[in-house]
Nanobody, 127 residues
Framework: QVQLQESGPGLVKSSQTLSLTCTVSGGSITTNYYYWSWIRQPPGKGLEWIGYIDYSGSTDYSPSLKSRTAISRDTSKNQFTLQLSSVTPEDSAVYYC???????????????????WGQGTLVTVSS
């Protein structure tokens, strides 16, 4: 059973870079055709897809966040990371890492679109 766990600071100041790490256990981030995504949910709103890094290391990002987003991985640690730059209070949200076992991009996904989810971590951006 694949398990994902987010980690990182819960409070970030405006204009700084938000950095989160997802540690994966029970499976490898290089498993063929697996896609490893970051997704967020602002308070009172729905899920928003941020981007993914796939089994080969290729990435794709939401057009609305692409200019501020970078997703990378460390295969030796079985981790992938999110960096979101120039944050504002509007970036405050619960951030999730998730895995789908096939290509599946929905800018506003449902939980059922993914096979595995982390528990989520709340990040607050202070003004």
């Amino acid at each position: 059973q694949v398990q994902l766990q987010e980690s990182g600071p819960g409070l970030v100041k405006s204009s700084q870079t938000l950095s989160l790490t997802c540690t994966v256990s029970g499976g490898s981030i290089t498993t063929n055709y697996y896609y490893w995504s970051w997704i967020r949910q602002p308070p009172g709103k729905g899920l928003e897809w941020i981007g993914y890094i796939d089994y080969s290391g290729s990435t794709d990002y939401s057009p609305s966040l692409k200019s501020r987003t970078a997703i990378s991985r460390d295969t030796s640690k079985n981790q992938f990371t999110l960096q979101l730059s120039s944050v504002t209070p509007e970036d405050s949200a619960v951030y999730y890492c998730a895995c789908s076992k096939a290509y599946n991009i929905n800018y506003y996904p449902r939980r059922s679109d993914y096979d595995y989810w982390g528990q989520g971590t709340l990040v607050t951006v202070s003004s």
